[in-house]
């Protein structure tokens, strides 16, 4: 992950990370649900599938 030193942000997305900052947990978890509804996109990350066991022989 960067330090938040290389990151250099606009004007306008700066005052957004700043009121980000400012938010509770609750808060958070409304806004992301709000922003993948006006979206249509999921802030989940994605899930890794494993191998599938081979069945077990009979006898």
């Known amino acids: 992950m960067a ?3 290389d990151i250099k942000l ?3 997305a700066q ?3 700043d009121m980000v900052e400012k938010m509770t ?9 709000a922003l993948e509804e006006k ?3 999921t802030a989940s990350a ?6 599938m066991m ?3 022989g009979n006898g």
């Open 10 to 12: 606009s004007g306008d």
């Open 39 to 41: 979206f249509g996109v």
């Open 46 to 51: 994605p899930m890794m599938m494993g191998a």
């Open 3 to 5: 330090d938040e030193k």
């Open 15 to 17: 005052k957004v990370m």
């Open 25 to 33: 947990v609750l808060e958070l978890n409304d806004l992301v649900k």
């Open 54 to 56: 081979p069945a077990a």
